[in-house]
C-alpha cells in the first residue's frame, strides 16, 4: 500500500513502501543538503569517541610512555655508576718570563697569544754593555796568563837555584807563592769571561718550551730588573682539576676513564682519565685554612681536587686555556647491583605499558564490532 505524505514545511510530496524505513527530506532551500539517518548516526558516534578510545592515539601515549621510562631508567642507572661535578676547571703550569741580567730592551719580537716554539727569541736587551764587559774580562785574563808564564818561570828558576844553595828558603817560597797566585789568577780571568759571555747570551730572552704568550707586559725602550716578569707562557698540554664533593670519592680511583664537556664548545665530548686523587681538601691548603677546633662548628661537606688527564688531542689541546669551565662525568662503575634493579624494573614497566596498550585496543574493537 502507498502512502503519500506532505511535509510540514513545505517540501514536495513524495512516496514510501510501508516496509521502508522513513526518511526525511529537508527543504534543499534551507539547508542545501539531503541527510540519511543512518550514516549520520554512525559519524556522530565516532565524532563523540573518547580520545582515548582511538587505537592511534593509544599507542602514541603507550610509546611516549616507553620513552620516558626508558630515560628514566636510563637517568637512573648513570648516576649510580657515573659522577660529575660542575666545579671542575682547565689547569696548567704557567711559566713567568724574566730577565736574567738588567738593561734596556732593544726588540720585543713575540706578542699576545701568539704561539712559540722553544728557543725562539722574545726579548733582546741592548747588548753593548754586555759586550764591552766581555772584551774587557778577555784582556783581564789575557794579562792574568802572562804573569802565570812570568810566575811559572820565576818558581823554576828558584827551584834550581835552592838545589844549588844558591837561594834562600825564604826565597824559594816566595816564587812559589807567586806562582800559585798567577794560577788562581788565570782561573778567575777565566771565569769571568765565561760569565760575560753568559750575559751576553742573556740579552737574547728566549721561550723555554712550546707555548701561547700571554699578559705580555714589555715593550721596546723599557729598563728591565733581573727578575722583572715580562709575560707568561702557557704550554699547549692542558688538564682538569675537578673539584668532587668527598662523598663522591667512595668509588673513584686512578685510571678510570672520564667524558669531559667543555662550556666553551657545546656538544664537544673530549675523553680523559682519573690521575690522582690529592691527599686532602682544598680547604686544607688554601691561604687561610680553617680552623675547626675554635668557635661553633658547622660541618660542611668538603672537596677534594682531582686530577684528570686528557688523551692525546693536541689540537682540541691548544683551544682550551687554564681556568676554562668544564663538566668532567666519571664512570666509577659503583653499585652495579643498584643499577642493574633499575634496569629490570624498567623493562618490566615498559613491558607492561605494551601489554596495556594492546589490551585495551583490542576492547576498542570489540566494542565497536
Known amino acids: 500500500m502507498m502512502k503519500t505524505e506532505i511535509s510540514s514545511n513545505g517540501a514536495a510530496p513524495f512516496e514510501t513502501n510501508g516496509d521502508r524505513r522513513a526518511t526525511v527530506a529537508p527543504d534543499y532551500k534551507r539547508n542545501g543538503s539531503v541527510r540519511f539517518d543512518g550514516t549520520d548516526d554512525r559519524s556522530e558516534e565516532?565524532?563523540?569517541r573518547s580520545l582515548f578510545r582511538r587505537p592511534g592515539v593509544i599507542v602514541a601515549a603507550a610509546a611516549l610512555a616507553i620513552a620516558g621510562v626508558?630515560?628514566?631508567?636510563?637517568a637512573m642507572f648513570h648516576s649510580f655508576t657515573h659522577e660529575t661535578t660542575?666545579?671542575?676547571?682547565?689547569?696548567?703550569h704557567i711559566v713567568s718570563v724574566a730577565p736574567k741580567v738588567a738593561g734596556h730592551v732593544a726588540v720585543v719580537r713575540v706578542d699576545d697569544n701568539q704561539l712559540v716554539k722553544k728557543g725562539d727569541v722574545l726579548v733582546e736587551i741592548d747588548p753593548r754593555d754586555f759586550q764591552v764587559a766581555l772584551a774587557q774580562a778577555k784582556a783581564n785574563l789575557a794579562k792574568d796568563k802572562a804573569t802565570q808564564i812570568q810566575a811559572d818561570l820565576n818558581e823554576k828558576r828558584a827551584l834550581n837555584l835552592f838545589s844549588q844553595k844558591v837561594i834562600s828558603t825564604q826565597e824559594r817560597d816566595t816564587n812559589v807563592a807567586a806562582a800559585e797566585s798567577s794560577r788562581a789568577a788565570v782561573q778567575a780571568g777565566e771565569a769571568a769571561v765565561e760569565q760575560a759571555e753568559l750575559n751576553l747570551g742573556y740579552t737574547k730572552i728566549t721561550a723555554p718550551f712550546d707555548g701561547y704568550v700571554t699578559k705580555d707586559a714589555v715593550a721596546t725602550?723599557?729598563?728591565?730588573?733581573v727578575g722583572q716578569t715580562l709575560m707568561a707562557l702557557v704550554p699547549p698540554r692542558v688538564w682538569v682539576i675537578a673539584n668532587f664533593k668527598e662523598t663522591q670519592l667512595r668509588n673513584m680511583r686512578p685510571g678510570q676513564s672520564a667524558s669531559i664537556s667543555v662550556d666553551a664548545y657545546p656538544g664537544l665530548k673530549l675523553q680523559g682519565r682519573v690521575d690522582s686523587v690529592q691527599a686532602g681538601s682544598g680547604a686544607a691548603f688554601s691561604l687561610l685554612p680553617p680552623e675547626n677546633a675554635t668557635?661553633?662548628?658547622?660541618?660542611v661537606v668538603q672537596r677534594v681536587p682531582v686530577k684528570i688527564v686528557l688523551d692525546e688531542q693536541q689540537q682540541m689541546q691548544r683551544l682550551l686555556g687554564p681556568g676554562m669551565s668544564i663538566v668532567p662525568d666519571v664512570a666509577?662503575?659503583?653499585n652495579a647491583g643498584?643499577?642493574?634493579?633499575?634496569v629490570s624494573i624498567a623493562v618490566i614497566l615498559a613491558a607492561g605499558v605494551i601489554v596495556g596498550a594492546a589490551l585495551r585496543i583490542r576492547r576498542i574493537r570489540k566494542e565497536l564490532t
Open 46 to 48: 565516532q565524532s563523540k
Open 70 to 74: 626508558a630515560y628514566g631508567g636510563f
Open 86 to 92: 660542575d666545579d671542575a676547571f682547565i689547569d696548567v
Open 221 to 225: 725602550g723599557d729598563y728591565l730588573q
Open 295 to 299: 668557635g661553633n662548628y658547622v660541618k
Open 332 to 334: 666509577v662503575g659503583g
Open 338 to 342: 643498584v643499577a642493574f634493579k633499575i
